[in-house]
């Protein structure tokens, strides 16, 4: 058992160091692996088939909304990015820029994409002409580069994977339909596929997107308390429309301008599955995102009769996402291994099992053990999988919900910061000087002002003037 201990003690404890363990888990579960370029990761096959999955059922969701996937260069000439002014001043302090074409000083520099709305605009301004070519509805999966000075495995990386979807409408109707329609699609596939609560609402004006009308976010809440912004949905208005000229003749024969969004979710992702429900023995899975679903290990499996039946049972489950640990490895060692890599259910089998006619199923979430007749397995599973991807949901909402307060003044909103990780909801008059105090005398940001609005009280936590909305505070990743 010693070679069992030695994997698990190799994870430092989330109450011990809680930013430690993150990284322990994303090392030692090998999801992915620090690059040559600072900043930058390798996303490992255990990683990147977690990508893939949040890839494919996302893009499955987006197209039954009649979403279309496009591919935009990898380059943005600098005159281009100058064209919307708060957008260039928003991401100036994270482009990287390239400055040579081979030996060659180019005449014009390129930004490498931190974002495509100018690629998109620049599309669109000659691909769009009459209201007949509208909406237009287009998402790319690409990589974004972002010069983080401060970076963390999935989390914040000077290069990530991500999808961005970028829309033309005919009015302004339209564009914040398309725009509530994404975040609600977010929200959504956090809550039934990742297993995670999220709180639905706006960000302030001082939070939004640079160039945005109006910017709606879904905020999560992860296990040490802290929020992360886990999916975001423009609306640019006619904006960036009259920046780049994207005009379209009407029916009543008038040239107008376009309306737009933008909504876009990352592999920052795995940064949250991995903080809302891994423990200290490493990741705990969502069934429905997880690589693998279920691993049968078998017991002795050099004894006549094991591996035949292992394999016999590894085809009852072809409908799950399966694989069979028959590596030479201990018992002991394949257990811990399985749980530090996050397989929401484990088959143990073994000959006194098959004796028996039956076999021990684990979950990972409870590791409570269940014994099953071999032919029964399958449905068992089943039956379990849908139990734990809902049990993970619920654990996870009453940890945000116990972890929620509500502050009713400057003290004890900064008593509730000071000793209790978590959100706070408190009232804001609208002003950003309060907004800016509440970040440097609190630590706090504003994380969203939710749709479910509540009136905790008539005044601002901060100068006490009347309130106008109940705002979601917190400190974030």
């Known amino acids: 058992m010693a070679k069992e201990k030695k994997m698990v003690e190799a994870i430092t404890s989330m109450e011990e160091d809680f930013a430690q363990w993150y990284t322990d888990v994303v090392k030692k579960a090998e999801l992915c692996d620090y690059a040559s370029v600072k900043g930058c990761m390798v996303i490992k096959p255990d990683g990147y088939a977690l990508w893939e999955n949040i890839q494919n059922e996302l893009d499955k969701r987006f197209k039954e909304t009649g979403v279309k996937n496009v591919y935009m260069p990898l380059f943005i000439p600098e005159s281009l990015l100058q064209k919307e002014k708060d957008h260039v001043e928003g991401f100036a302090p994270e482009v990287a820029w390239v400055t040579h074409g081979g030996l060659e000083p180019l005449q014009e520099r ?46 914040r990386s000077r290069e990530f994977l991500w999808q961005e979807g970028h829309t033309a409408h005919a009015t302004a109707e339209e564009a914040e339909e398309r725009t509530i329609q994404m975040l609600k699609l977010y929200a959504d596939f956090c809550e039934d596929f990742l297993a995670i609560p999220v709180v639905r609402g706006q960000k302030t004006d001082k939070e939004k997107f640079a160039g945005a009308e109006a910017t709606y976010t879904i905020e999560a809440l992860m296990h040490d308390g802290k929020a992360l912004q886990s999916g975001t949905s423009h609306n640019f208005g006619d904006g960036f429309a009259k ?23 990352t592999t920052r992702m795995i940064g949250a599955i991995i903080m809302v429900h891994g423990d200290n023995e490493g990741l705990v899975l969502p069934p429905k995102v997880a690589p693998t679903q279920v691993v049968i290990v078998p017991i002795r499996q050099n004894l006549e009769g094991v591996m035949e039946k292992t394999l016999e049972v590894k085809d009852m489950l072809s409908n799950f996402r399966v694989k069979v ?119 706090v940001t504003s994380r969203c002002m939710p749709f479910k609005q509540e009136k905790l009280a008539d005044t601002c936590v901060y100068c006490g003037k009347p309130a106008t909305k109940m705002v979601y505070w917190g400190k974030a990743y």
């Open 243 to 265: 920046a780049f000229g994207i005009q379209y003749s009407d029916k009543d024969n008038q040239l107008k301008y376009v309306h737009q969004t933008s909504w876009g979710m």
């Open 110 to 155: 390129l930004c490498v994409r931190p974002t495509s709305e100018t690629l998109f605009c620049d599309f669109y301004a000659g691909d769009i002409h009459s209201y007949r070519d509208l909406p237009k509805v287009y998402n790319q999966w690409c990589s974004v580069v972002r010069w983080e000075k401060t970076t963390r495995p999935f989390l």
């Open 325 to 443: 640990d028959d590596s030479d490895k201990s018992p002991g060692w394949k257990f811990s291994e399985s749980e530090m890599r996050g397989i929401p259910v484990r088959v143990e089998l073994g000959p006194k099992d098959i004796e028996a006619g039956q076999a021990v199923l684990v979950r990972r979430d409870t590791h409570e053990k269940i014994t099953v007749a071999i032919d029964e397995i399958p449905a068992k599973v089943g039956e379990l999988l849908e139990t734990i991807q809902h049990d993970m949901f619920e654990r996870a909402k009453a940890h945000r919900d116990a972890h929620t307060y509500d502050a009713h003044s400057l003290e004890e909103m900064k008593d509730i910061a000071d000793n209790k990780p978590g959100f706070i909801r408190a009232m804001w008059c609208g002003c950003q000087e309060c907004e800016d105090k509440l970040k440097e005398e609190v630590g």
